[in-house]
């Protein structure tokens, strides 16, 4: 079965770090773009940072010079290194990947995104 798990959510104090994985298991046979994405009580999802195959990354204005994304292309992993966390850094992260796999003798490519872990960040 194809998917995404996260890990290394948790709390922690303003200003503090932590580092969130995903990884994507099943037979994969390549692993397009990959991101994190974020949702707050009350809001809507939104995108954190992306990471092409090539290892272009792009960012949300509100992360940028905080976060950063990187890819472990032989663990098929995304990660998110974050740094001086702020309480509005406060909400579920999900990782997101274009997976392309093997089902049945068949080639597929889908988009999936992981079960969420919670960041919560203390003032």
């Known amino acids: 079965q194809v998917q995404l798990v996260e890990s290394g959510g948790g709390l922690v104090q303003f200003g503090g770090s932590l580092r969130l994985s995903c990884a994507a298991s099943g037979t994969i046979l390549n692993i397009y773009n990959m991101g994190w994405y974020r949702q707050a009580p009350g809001k809507q999802r939104e995108l954190v940072a992306t990471?092409?195959?090539?290892?272009?990354?792009n960012y949300a204005d509100s992360v940028k010079g905080r976060f950063t994304i990187s890819r472990d292309n032989a663990k098929n992993t995304v990660y998110l290194q974050m740094n001086s966390l702020k309480p509005e850094d406060t909400a579920v992260y999900y990782c997101?990947?274009?997976?392309?796999?093997?089902?049945?003798?068949?080639?597929?490519?889908?988009?999936?995104w992981g079960q969420g872990t919670q960041v919560t960040v203390s003032s």
């Open positions: 997101n990947a274009d997976l392309r796999y093997n089902r049945g003798g068949g080639y597929y490519t889908n988009n999936y």
């Open positions: 990471i092409s195959s090539g290892g272009s990354a």
